[in-house]
T-cell receptor, first 113, second 111 residues
Framework: DTAVSQTPKYLVTQMGNDKSIKCEQN?????MYWYKQDSKKFLKIMFS???????INETVPNRFSPKSPDKAHLNLHINSLELGDSAVYFC????????????FGPGTRLTVL | DAKTTQPPSMDCAEGRAANLPCNHS???????VYWYRQIHSQGPQYIIH???NNETNEMASLIITEDRKSSTLILPHATLRDTAVYYC????????????FGKGTRLSVIA
């Protein structure tokens, strides 16, 4: 079974549209994250959620909003998409009680035309 | 910003040991050193982490200098599938601290 899954894998859309990316983890971890990898391959944290509370938001525009319907899911909603939003978005899961690994999903490649 | 410095790229012959260095001269006493890698188009993958002692697992070994200002990740017998970008990350003690990625080292394993 895949520990962290994301859908869709590819997303192509027009500027101004609203879209969502779904993330699910079956690890039972209490913290989930969204990272963005831009065209220059830099990976940066966007959000982390712990027990359904947003605990970090790294200067991300408010067009981006994470939504967690339950502990196993952290979906990313993006409103009014812009060209600069084109990137690969990775979801990850980890445990706040452990110092070790975060498990990453396979990524969603978003292309805004 | 990342608190680590790594060479941008390295080559390694298949079957030989790959030694990837990392400088983290401003590391705090309660911060760990983590290593992740990203194989092309995939999500980052955890490799190993350590505080001050050397660590070994089925994937790699981590050697941390006594002053903790630098470390080396060792892949003992590199294969073509080890070609990836390797990230050295310094991370605080809070278990839910996100990872701050630098530019990493692109390791190319050559047949």
């Amino acid at each position: 079974d895949t520990a962290v899954s994301q859908t869709p894998k590819y997303l192509v859309t027009q500027m101004g549209n609203d879209k969502s990316i779904k993330c699910e983890q079956n690890l039972g971890h209490d913290t989930m994250y969204w990272y963005k990898q831009d065209s220059k391959k830099f990976l940066k944290i966007m959000f982390s959620y712990n027990n359904k509370e947003l605990i970090i938001n790294e200067t991300v525009p408010n067009r981006f909003s994470p939504k967690s319907p339950d502990k196993a899911h952290l979906n990313l909603h993006i409103n009014s998409l812009e060209l600069g939003d084109s990137a690969v978005y990775f979801c990850a899961a980890g445990s706040s009680e452990r110092y070790n690994e975060q498990f990453f999903g396979p990524g969603t490649r978003l292309t805004v035309l | 910003d990342a608190k680590t410095t790594q060479p941008p790229s390295m080559d390694c012959a298949e079957g030989r040991a790959a030694n990837l260095p990392c400088n983290h001269s401003t590391i705090s006493g309660n911060e760990y050193v983590y290593w992740y890698r990203q194989i092309h188009s995939q999500g980052p993958q955890y490799i190993i982490h350590g505080l001050k002692n050397n660590e070994t697992n089925e994937m790699a070994s981590l050697i941390i200098t006594e002053d903790r200002k630098s470390s080396t990740l060792i892949l003992p017998h590199a294969t073509l599938r080890d070609t990836a970008v390797y990230y050295c990350i310094v991370r605080g003690v809070s278990g839910n601290t996100p990872l701050v990625f630098g530019k990493g080292t692109r390791l190319s394993v050559i047949a």
